[in-house]
T-cell receptor
Framework: AQTVTQSQPEMSVQEAETVTLSCTYD???????LFWYKQPPSRQMILVIR??????QNATENRFSVNFQKAAKSFSLKISDSQLGDAAMYFC?????????????FGKGTKLSVKP | DTGVSQDPRHKITKRGQNVTFRCDPI?????LYWYRQTLGQGPEFLTY????????KSRLLSDRFSAERPKGSFSTLEIQRTEQGDSAMYLC??????????????FGQGTRLTVV
């Protein structure tokens, strides 16, 4: 069975600084998708960024980028120029190729605080 | 707003009572998912519908849980004879997909259930 591990329950960053959230996963599949979701307090979960395992190039979305290391089964999220609105729970998630995008396996999450 | 909506947002019930939650997906989305999220954990997959057909159920979905999606539009999740361990946030997500292709999954704000 696939598993997703986020080893940092909480992280803190100064506004305008850069922070990296870690995620490792375990799978025997060769094709799959990886995601980072953001869940602000009392608000719905939104997709931050996604990575297809067959793509070697790391995904980027504005201030958000990932470091995808397939052999190491590592998928970290880097947030540059952190903003107060980035404060939230961040979940790393895995989906096997061929299934619907909704059938996700999540890690336990990392709570990110942003200090002004 | 045409996002995923869930009702109610909060529900407090006595142990042993039945509860029903509703999810209205984005109107053109044919796939609908239910997840459960307990405190300090990431969401865990419960069940998945494509149109009106329930295609997958997690082993987390005990016999006390039942989900329906009549006519392939809104969905309901019913929990019978609630137990304190059922206390959690119940999340609904929807996506548009055919076969292996799928759009991003959009999440609702969830229904927080408290069993006393």
């Amino acid at each position: 069975a696939q598993t997703v591990t986020q080893s940092q329950p909480e992280m803190s960053v100064q506004e305008a600084e850069t922070v990296t959230l870690s995620c490792t996963y375990d799978t025997s599949e060769s094709d799959y998708y990886l995601f980072w979701y953001k869940q602000p307090p009392s608000r719905q979960m939104i997709l931050v960024i996604r990575q297809e395992a067959y793509k070697q190039q790391n995904a980027t979305e504005n201030r958000f980028s990932v470091n995808f290391q397939k052999a190491a089964k590592s998928f970290s999220l880097k947030i540059s120029d952190s903003q107060l609105g980035d404060a939230a729970m961040y979940f790393c998630a895995y989906r096997g190729y061929g299934g619907s995008q909704g059938n996700l396996i999540f890690g336990k999450g990392t709570k990110l605080s942003v200090k002004p | 707003d045409t996002g995923v909506s869930q009702d109610p947002r909060h529900k407090i019930t006595k142990r042993g009572q039945n509860v029903t939650f509703r999810c209205d997906p984005i109107s053109e989305h044919n796939r609908l998912y239910w997840y459960r999220q307990t405190l300090g954990q990431g969401p865990e997959f419960l069940t998945y519908f494509q149109n009106e057909a329930q295609l997958e159920k997690s082993r987390l979905l005990s016999d006390r849980f039942s989900a329906e999606r009549p006519k392939g539009s809104f969905s309901t999740l019913e929990i019978q004879r609630t137990e304190q361990g059922d206390s959690a946030m119940y999340l609904c997500a929807s996506s548009l997909g055919t076969g292996l292709s799928d759009t991003e999954a959009f999440f609702g704000q969830g229904t927080r259930l408290t069993v006393v």
